[in-house]
């Protein structure tokens, strides 16, 4: 009987770490989240308001999971306050909308500076010679678990959702992309079929950002997204979410891929963007004189 006891116990003791942590995340889930923080999403999340109830409730439980899970640590002296964590949750979670998710399971810390920060980078020379260098970064996605913000970039980029530029967003992107094994720009699709298209899709609207990008042509997505595939795959995120009308009338083919990888139309949250200025007309009749 004895034996029984302690193999009971033992079985128990071994179960506990893999089923606590879910009980505890049932009991979390099952509380609404607090009226300060709506009001938070409702301030700083300019789209929150015009989404429909149902999508607002997806993500108020999806920021729920979010904050009960990740730890958020401020840096050079920074208090990360219950604001600063609901705006980065929120802004993180509109990329998990209408799909299956496990609100990004290999990412456990944000760090969060007050502003730009400086990032330690090995850089490359002739000959193959390493020299230590630095650069002043907005945001970093690592894939052992951690996404570097500045605050300040967060407050801009919740400031202006039509610029195309928000580092939550592009930084998250980055998260997602990471769960098919390594971000490359091609993100867990779930279907083996969809990388076909997906890849011919991007690698095509890619090689023309980067032929803009060396020329210095306008474009409706930032340059920065020529850097390589996994950038490119970012900064479409932020058009998708923040210049859709204008990624669907230039890219329709990207836009199409995005609708189906995001579930969500960022267009029913937005009205348009007035059209440009009629280009100036002039008269080259010409006026002879007597």
């Known amino acids: 009987m004895e034996a029984l006891t302690w193999i009971g116990l033992t079985a128990l003791l071994i179960a506990l770490p893999f089923y606590y942590p879910r009980w505890r995340l049932r009991r979390v889930l099952a509380q609404p989240l607090p009226a300060e923080a709506v009001a ?20 108020q439980r999806l920021v729920v999971q979010f904050l009960h899970q990740k730890k958020f640590i401020g840096c ?58 630095h650069q002043s970064m907005l945001g970093e996605s690592w894939d052992d678990g951690r996404v570097i913000l ?40 779930g279907n083996p079929a969809s990388y076909r298209e997906w890849s011919e899709v991007l690698e095509r609207d890619f090689q023309h950002l980067r032929h803009s990008a ?12 020529a850097t390589n595939p996994a950038e490119f795959f970012a900064v479409a995120t932020e058009t998708f979410f923040e210049k859709p009308y204008q990624m669907a009338e230039h890219h329709a083919e990207l836009f199409a891929e995005f609708l189906k990888y995001y579930r969500v139309d960022p267009r029913a949250w937005m009205s348009p963007p007035p059209p440009p200025p009629p280009e100036p007309s002039y008269d080259w009749t010409p006026h002879w004189s007597h």
């Open 40 to 59: 938070v999403l409702q301030r700083n999340i300019p789209v929150y308001l015009r989404m429909d109830a149902g999508l607002r409730q997806q993500l």
């Open 150 to 189: 500045s605050w300040d970039d967060v407050q801009r980029g919740a400031g202006d959702w039509t610029d195309g530029h928000n580092i939550v967003l592009h930084e998250f992107a980055h998260q997602l992309d990471s769960e098919s094994g390594r971000a490359n720009g091609a993100p867990y699709l």
């Open 76 to 133: 050079e002296g920074l208090e990360v306050t219950d604001e600063m964590a609901v705006t980065i949750a929120g802004q993180a979670c509109l990329l998990l909308l209408n799909r299956p998710t496990k609100v990004y399971p290999a990412l456990h810390t944000i760090l969060v500076y007050p502003g730009a920060f400086v990032a330690r980078r090995a850089e490359v020379g002739p000959g193959g010679v390493v020299t230590p260098g």
């Open 214 to 225: 060396m020329y210095r042509q306008h474009s409706v997505m930032d340059h920065y997204g």
